[in-house]
């Protein structure tokens, strides 16, 4: 399968523990994308890369998150200090800068229980 | 404030009825449009787009959207739904010289087999 991957799954951890989440994009995408999508509501965005530089971080990127994409390739989403608001599904999505229009592919997401 | 409206959260229909869903943006510029569909125990993947162009795009399925620059809209159509169209579907916008893209929440189709 060539298409965006996560890992991992699912991920069930106690309040105040640290989380991290890892996204493979398709592999000649240059940009990658982190969403979180809550129960009824459609994705939000988070952040994004280009390459291993990060360009936009939403205001809803507390600073307990932290995101890097340290060789341009795969990323990692770091939740410092969980919270039962953290609880959700994480998405990521890959695009390429100048094909296809930038159309972002997504992934199959992470999904976060805090408990 | 940018934001994408869907007015219909839950829809039922029977099998080979006409399906409507809409999906009212706002945003000042020019846009990008998207409809993601969501399939049960699977990942969001893209219906159909617009960007420029003819205003009636054909997208995968069978399925249709018609952006109406002056009302703002870019609702989603098919003539003849079927049990296999059971998901959920997600309207989302994009500035033509943005990277994120904005989702509506979602409206889930059940059809009736």
């Known amino acids: 399968d060539t298409g965006v991957s996560q890992d991992p799954r699912h991920k069930i951890t106690k309040r105040g523990q640290n989380v991290t989440f890892r996204c493979d994009p398709i592999?000649?995408?240059?940009?990658l994308y982190w969403y979180r999508q809550t129960l009824g509501q459609g994705p939000e965005f988070l952040t994004y890369?280009?390459?291993?530089?990060?360009?936009?971080k939403s205001r809803l990127l507390s600073d307990r998150f932290s995101a890097e994409r340290p060789k341009g390739s795969f990323s990692t989403l770091e939740i410092q200090r969980t919270e039962q608001g953290d609880s959700a599904m994480y998405l990521c999505?890959?695009?390429?800068?100048?094909?296809?229009?930038?159309?972002?592919?997504f992934g199959p997401g992470t999904r976060l229980l805090v408990l | 404030a940018q934001s994408v409206s869907q007015h219909n959260h839950h829809v039922i229909l029977s099998e080979a009825a006409s399906l409507e869903l809409g999906c009212n943006y706002s945003y000042g510029g020019t846009v990008n449009l998207f409809w993601y569909v969501q399939y049960p125990g699977q990942h969001l993947q893209l219906l159909l787009k617009?960007?420029?162009?003819?205003?009636l795009v054909k997208g995968i399925k069978g399925f249709e959207a018609e952006f109406i620059k002056s009302k703002f809209s870019f609702n989603l159509r098919k003539p003849s739904v079927q049990w296999s169209d059971t998901a959920e579907y997600f309207c989302a916008v994009r500035g033509s010289s943005a990277s994120k893209i904005i989702f509506g929440s979602g409206t889930r189709l059940s059809i009736r087999p």
């Open positions: 999505a890959s695009s390429h800068y100048l094909l296809d229009q930038e159309t972002q592919y």
């Open positions: 592999s000649e995408h240059n940009r």
């Open positions: 617009y960007f420029s162009g003819d205003p």
């Open positions: 890369f280009q390459n291993e530089a990060q360009l936009e």
